[in-house]
Nanobody, 127 residues
Framework: QVQLVESGGGLVQPGNSLRLSCVAS????????TAWFRQAPGKEREFVAA????????YYGRAVRGRFTISRDNAKNTNYLQMNSLKPEDTAVYSC????????????????????WGQGTQVTVSS
């Protein structure tokens, strides 16, 4: 089985930065795609970013493009979400997701494509 564990969430002021980590343990994913989704209270789950581990190609949600960066470290089985210029509307529970399949761009934003999910980490942007 594959377990995903997120970390790095917390409380930050608007305009500041935060980096989230997602570590995969138990089994190593091959030809994998990992992603971040977020969900704020009373709102639907929103796609944030995804990365293909084979070639490091990335895809971002409209609301975070240009501010967030997703990356991966193959040796550590970890992917990161660097969040810059944070806004109050970025406040949400951020969850890591993964699949052993190498997804095409059109599929990366679909939650149903991912087989494994972490428990989520809270990010609060407030002054």
């Amino acid at each position: 089985q594959v377990q995903l564990v997120e970390s790095g969430g917390g409380l930050v002021q608007p305009g500041n930065s935060l980096r989230l980590s997602c570590v995969a343990s138990g089994s190593t994913l091959r030809r994998a795609t990992t992603a971040w989704f977020r969900q704020a209270p009373g709102k639907e789950r929103e796609f944030v970013a995804a990365i293909r581990w084979s070639d490091a190609n990335t895809y971002y949600g409209r609301a975070v493009r240009g501010r967030f960066t997703i990356s991966r470290d193959n040796a550590k089985n970890t992917n990161y979400l660097q969040m810059n210029s944070l806004k109050p509307e970025d406040t949400a529970v951020y969850s890591c997701a993964a699949t052993s399949r190498s997804l095409i761009y059109s599929s990366m934003a679909s939650p149903g494509e991912y087989d494994y999910w972490g428990q989520g980490t809270q990010v609060t942007v407030s002054s």
